[in-house]
């Protein structure tokens, strides 16, 4: 199995900076695309920010210049460096990362748990 662990969530005021990190252990034979993605009450889940495995990034209009993401191979890691904030990045923050498994290097999906990221005014 594969289990993905978020770290970095919490509080912080208008224009501060939080580290969103996410680990993927267990069976993996390689990660393949790692994202973030973000939910607000009331609304639906929003895709952040991509990486895919040769570095290529992709971020959401609105936090185009302010967020970050990378991503350590070695430790199958992704990070989400965020600068900036605004009250409406309030949200449960998501990592998805596809795990190539198995002799037939089948991609499957993971999510995370969830961390809270909350900005105050």
């Known amino acids: 199995q594969v289990q993905l662990v978020e770290s970095g969530g919490g509080l912080v005021q208008a224009g501060g900076s939080l580290r969103l990190s996410c680990a993927a252990s267990?069976?993996?034979?390689?990660?393949?695309?790692m994202g973030w993605y973000r939910q607000a009450p009331g609304k639906q889940r929003e895709l952040v920010a991509a990486i895919t495995s040769g570095g290529n990034t992709n971020y959401a209009d609105s936090v185009k210049d302010r967020f970050t993401i990378s991503r350590d191979n070695a430790k199958n890691t992704v990070y989400l460096q965020m600068n900036s904030l605004k009250p409406e990045d309030t949200a449960v923050y998501y990592c998805?990362?596809?795990?190539?498994?198995?002799?037939?290097?089948?991609?499957?999906?993971?999510w995370g748990q969830g961390t809270q990221v909350t900005v105050s005014s």
């Open positions: 998805n990362v596809g795990v190539v498994r198995g002799s037939f290097r089948v991609t499957y999906t993971y």
């Open positions: 267990g069976s993996i034979s390689s990660i393949d695309g």
